[in-house]
């Protein structure tokens, strides 16, 4: 069945630091991965996009690497500040997608 | 403005009643969505309309119907209430459709909290 994750619940990482959140996933035919952040009470909100024929994509303090051969991607941030703490999802859409697949979800919590 | 905004934000009702969230975007995409998220923050689609068309329909039971006026609404009924509806469940929408091949970003909007008493 389809799944996307890896089951790390919880990151906590001192400001200032740079924090790495992993996902796996499963489909080796995926096309396109997003990075969503959610904070408390509020919809996830897009933080940055790779697709398969890149390996890396860098954002304003965000990098996203993705490795094909062992199906992992990762969400690196530079400098973590409190305003990082969140929920942090990855999605892959396969390449003829149905629709967005979600993984579990890793909590980062800043601390100070 | 609010791109995506759905109604209510919280909603606590009785077992066994029916209820209704609407929800609507203003950035004139062409495909909406229906998510839930459980107590442990997984997301799942439910339902996804592009141009007023139901593209999506997981897994769900048919207790819970959406309802697409126009392609800038996407409103979500569910009857009969059960404790195991009480989720967060979020509207999004995003540019391009399913029939692409795959959906650029979503655009989610602030989620409405359903609690099953």
């Known amino acids: 069945g389809e799944s996307v994750g890896l089951h790390l619940p919880t990151l906590s990482v001192q400001e200032g630091d740079n924090s790495i959140i992993n996902c796996a996933y499963s489909?080796?035919?995926?096309?396109?991965f997003i990075w969503y952040k959610q904070e408390s009470g509020k919809g996830p909100q897009f933080i940055i996009d790779?697709?398969?024929?890149?390996d890396k994509r860098q954002g304003q303090r965000v990098t996203v690497l993705l490795n094909k051969t062992v199906k992992h991607l990762s969400l690196q941030i530079a400098a973590t500040q409190p305003g990082d703490s969140a929920v942090y999802f990855c999605?892959?859409?396969?390449?003829?997608?149905?629709?967005?697949?979600f993984g579990p979800g890793t909590r980062l919590s800043v601390l100070p | 403005d609010t791109a995506v905004s759905q109604t209510p934000k919280y909603l606590v009702t009785q077992m066994g009643n029916d209820k209704s969230i609407k929800c609507e975007q203003n950035?004139?995409?062409?495909?909406m969505y229906w998510y839930k998220q459980d107590s442990k923050k997984f997301l799942k689609i439910m339902f996804s309309?592009?141009?007023?068309?139901?593209?999506i329909n997981e897994t769900v039971p048919n207790r819970f119907s959406p309802k697409s006026p126009d392609k800038a609404h996407l409103n979500l009924h569910i009857n009969s209430l059960e404790l195991g509806d009480s989720a967060v469940y979020f509207c999004?929408?995003?540019?391009?459709?399913?029939?692409?091949?795959?959906?650029?970003?979503?655009?989610f909007g602030e989620g409405s909290r359903l609690t099953v008493l």
């Open positions: 999004a929408s995003s540019q391009a459709g399913l029939a692409g091949g795959y959906t650029g970003e979503l655009f």
């Open positions: 489909n080796s035919a995926s096309d396109y």
């Open positions: 790779i697709r398969s024929n890149m």
């Open positions: 999605a892959e859409i396969p390449f003829y997608g149905q629709n967005f697949v």
């Open positions: 950035l004139g995409h062409d495909t």
């Open positions: 309309y592009n141009n007023k068309e139901l593209i």
